[in-house]
């Protein structure tokens, strides 16, 4: 039997560049400061910089706001996005900042145990702050290279076919090759873009917050109990530090332009409870809708969106963060292609093509789960009745993997169920698959051991793995991990990965 050989060719980190600017070395036909400017500094915006620079792009971050968020919210990053961490060495210094619970019970808040067998090595949920994952994410892109400037918001831009010119607030101009909307819900590089962003308004409030209680903690378990039965949207949990996470529906509260008060949630808790627990000293206190839209386009010209710049959907099933992060990972190593000068003509717009769809779906699962949030005769009826259903294991199984980002499976042809979807974090001779992706290249997984990459060594590492735990005898992944290929032909492998990562070099 060969010994497994892992080969790819060598190149150093991306090192931080403090003051990037044209020089008579740069490698590009017309040189400007930046290859790529991002508008918004989140979880998206973040994991995109930094996914360019393990391409050597170079990527200026413009926050609007001077300081982060005042207020911990906790999120969850659900299994794909704990995969992706994985990938790019990410995993352990975010399970250290997270706590980790059962994947279960996402799907409309119906309390159902963890399917067994998930198809993952990280089938979990992790909830974590979120300044906190913000950050995490940030010190990596900046540790990469990126630069991120913050109190600077996108006034307005120009592009052309060499780029694109970006005003600044304060009159400011900048210039790069593209410009990508990371920017949120309000996005105004979307607004300014003119892309539309159809959907359903916001018909329902809720108000969201950390506060502490007066009363004992039996007696608030006991009526959140109570009023669960028919009301998802009301809860108290236990935060830590003596506070509640508070959740309550905000009809009757008068303006929704203003931001809620410690009195709207007494209010509120009198309302639906009968009591508002002796609720005081609120650490932060917000609201949100359940609107619903998705931008017609990802990407014009020059000019691109991800996150909720591209789509908002109601919070329910936690996916928000998730999708937005997931759009980074699949945007990155694309736009980088495009920049460094070797990505096949369509590739950019593989962007749109896998990632909107995936959003609709998203969109579509959260609207069901609202109409499931319903206090009415009919969806409570409905959800009595999926409630029964998802104790047949596949049906909760289909729920969890759709929540978690698991089941996605793009559109490359024709083939085994593997193609198109992503592998999971097997073991290989050198540990596990997932370490070998850090630097965001793709990967030949060979079991045959007579395979090359040839000419694309330089974007494609090989290796030769006979004992890898594999149904087919060879895999081609993307930087994202999904398969692109499977065979064992070398002419066929050559199609695919001119098909995926251009020419060869030489």
Same mark, same amino acid.
Not at 200 to 228: D, F
Not at 433 to 456: F, I, K, N, S
Not at 472 to 501: E, K, N, T, Y
């Given at each position: 039997?060969?010994?497994?050989?892992?080969?790819?060719?060598?190149?150093?980190?991306?090192?931080?560049?403090?003051?990037?600017?044209?020089?008579?070395?740069?490698?590009?036909?017309?040189?400007?400061?930046?290859?790529?400017?991002?508008?918004?500094?989140?979880?998206?915006?973040?994991?995109?910089?930094?996914?360019?620079?393990?391409?050597?792009?170079?990527?200026?971050?413009?926050?609007?706001?001077?300081?982060?968020?005042?207020?911990?919210?906790?999120?969850?990053?659900?299994?794909?996005?704990?995969?992706?961490?994985?990938?790019?060495?990410?995993?352990?210094?975010?399970?250290?900042?997270?706590?980790?619970?059962?994947?279960?019970?996402?799907?409309?808040?119906?309390?159902?145990?963890?399917?067994?067998?998930?198809?993952?090595?990280?089938?979990?949920?992790?909830?974590?702050?979120?300044?906190?994952?913000?950050?995490?994410?940030?010190?990596?892109?900046?540790?990469?290279?990126?630069?991120?400037?913050?109190?600077?918001?996108?006034?307005?831009?120009?592009?052309?076919?060499?780029?694109?010119?970006?005003?600044?607030?304060?009159?400011?101009?900048?210039?790069?090759?593209?410009?990508?909307?990371?920017?949120?819900?309000?996005?105004?590089?979307?607004?300014?873009?003119?892309?539309?962003?159809?959907?359903?308004?916001?018909?329902?409030?809720?108000?969201?917050?950390?506060?502490?209680?007066?009363?004992?903690?039996?007696?608030?378990?006991?009526?959140?109990?109570?009023?669960?039965?028919?009301?998802?949207?009301?809860?108290?949990?236990?935060?830590?530090?003596?506070?509640?996470?508070?959740?309550?529906?905000?009809?009757?509260?008068?303006?929704?332009?203003?931001?809620?008060?410690?009195?709207?949630?007494?209010?509120?808790?009198?309302?639906?409870?009968?009591?508002?627990?002796?609720?005081?000293?609120? !650490?932060?206190?917000?609201?949100?809708?359940?609107?619903?839209? &998705?931008?017609? =386009?990802?990407?014009? /010209? +020059?000019? @691109? #969106?991800?996150?909720?710049?591209?789509?908002?959907?109601?919070?329910?099933?936690?996916?928000?963060?998730?999708?937005?992060?997931?759009?980074?990972?699949?945007?990155?190593?694309?736009?980088?292609?495009?920049?460094?000068?070797?990505?096949?003509?369509?590739?950019?717009?593989?962007?749109?093509?896998?990632?909107?769809?995936?959003?609709?779906?998203?969109?579509?699962?959260?609207?069901?789960?609202?109409?499931?949030?319903?206090?009415?005769?009919?969806?409570?009826?409905?959800?009595?009745?999926?409630?029964?259903?998802?104790?047949?294991?596949?049906?909760?199984?289909?729920?969890?993997?759709?929540?978690?980002?698991?089941?996605?499976?793009?559109?490359?042809?024709?083939?085994?169920?593997?193609?198109?979807? !992503?592998?999971?974090?097997?073991?290989?001779?050198?540990?596990? &698959?997932?370490? =070998?992706?850090?630097? /965001? +290249?793709? @990967? #030949?997984?060979?079991?045959?051991?007579?395979?090359?990459?040839?000419?694309?060594?330089?974007?494609?590492?090989?290796?030769?793995?006979?004992?890898?735990?594999?149904?087919?005898?060879?895999?081609?992944?993307?930087?994202?991990?999904?398969?692109?290929?499977?065979?064992?032909?070398?002419?066929?492998?050559?199609?695919?990965?001119?098909?995926?990562?251009?020419?060869?070099?030489?």
């Amino acid at each position: 039997m060969n010994s497994p050989q892992f080969t790819a060719e060598p190149s150093p980190s991306p090192s931080p560049s403090p003051s990037p600017s044209p020089s008579d070395a740069d490698p590009y036909p017309h040189p400007v400061p930046y290859d790529v400017i991002i508008a918004g500094c989140g979880p998206t915006g973040a994991m995109l910089a930094a996914e360019l620079r393990l391409h050597d792009v170079r990527v200026l971050v413009l926050e609007k706001e001077t300081e982060p968020a005042p207020f911990v919210r906790i999120v969850g990053l659900h299994i794909r996005s704990l995969e992706l961490m994985a990938m790019r060495g990410l995993l352990d210094r975010v399970l250290e900042h997270g706590r980790r619970r059962p994947a279960a019970g996402f799907f409309a808040g119906i309390s159902k145990p963890a399917p067994e067998g998930l198809d993952s090595a990280h089938a979990y949920l992790l909830g974590i702050p979120h300044p906190v994952i913000v950050r995490l994410l940030e010190e990596h892109a900046v540790q990469l290279g990126a630069q991120v400037r913050r109190g600077c918001a996108v006034a307005g831009f120009e592009q052309d076919d060499e780029g694109v010119t970006v005003d600044l607030a304060d009159g400011e101009q900048l210039r790069a090759r593209y410009l990508v909307g990371c920017d949120g819900g309000r996005s105004a590089v979307r607004k300014l873009l003119g892309v539309g962003f159809p959907g359903e308004p916001s018909r329902t409030e809720t108000l969201m917050g950390e506060m502490e209680v007066g009363v004992p903690q039996e007696e608030v378990a006991a009526k959140v109990a109570e009023i669960g039965e028919t009301n998802k949207r009301f809860w108290l949990r236990p935060f830590g530090g003596g506070a509640y996470s508070v959740v309550v529906p905000a009809a009757g509260v008068a303006d929704r332009a203003e931001p809620p008060t410690l009195q709207d949630f007494k209010q509120q808790l009198r309302a639906i409870a009968g009591t508002d627990f002796g609720v005081h000293s609120p !650490r932060w206190l917000s609201r949100f809708g359940d609107a619903t839209r &998705l931008a017609e =386009l990802y990407r014009v /010209g +020059r000019v @691109l #969106l991800a996150g909720d710049a591209a789509h908002i959907h109601p919070p329910t099933g936690g996916q928000g963060l998730n999708l937005g992060v997931q759009d980074a990972f699949n945007l990155g190593w694309k736009l980088a292609a495009q920049i460094r000068g070797w990505a096949p003509e369509t590739l950019l717009d593989t962007y749109q093509t896998e990632r909107r769809p995936v959003a609709e779906n998203v969109l579509d699962n959260t609207r069901a789960q609202m109409e499931l949030h319903s206090t009415e005769p009919g969806p409570q009826a409905l959800r009595r009745l999926l409630t029964e259903l998802m104790d047949i294991d596949e049906v909760n199984r289909r729920l969890i993997e759709k929540i978690a980002a698991i089941d996605i499976r793009y559109d490359f042809g024709d083939g085994s169920d593997l193609l198109g979807r !992503r592998l999971r974090d097997i073991d290989v001779e050198q540990g596990h &698959l997932y370490g =070998l992706l850090h630097r /965001g +290249r793709g @990967l #030949l997984l060979d079991r045959t051991a007579r395979l090359t990459v040839g000419g694309w060594s330089d974007r494609v590492d090989h290796l030769a793995d006979p004992t890898a735990v594999l149904d087919v005898p060879c895999v081609l992944l993307r930087p994202d991990g999904h398969v692109a290929w499977i065979g064992d032909d070398q002419q066929d492998l050559d199609d695919h990965l001119s098909r995926w990562f251009g020419e060869p070099a030489g």
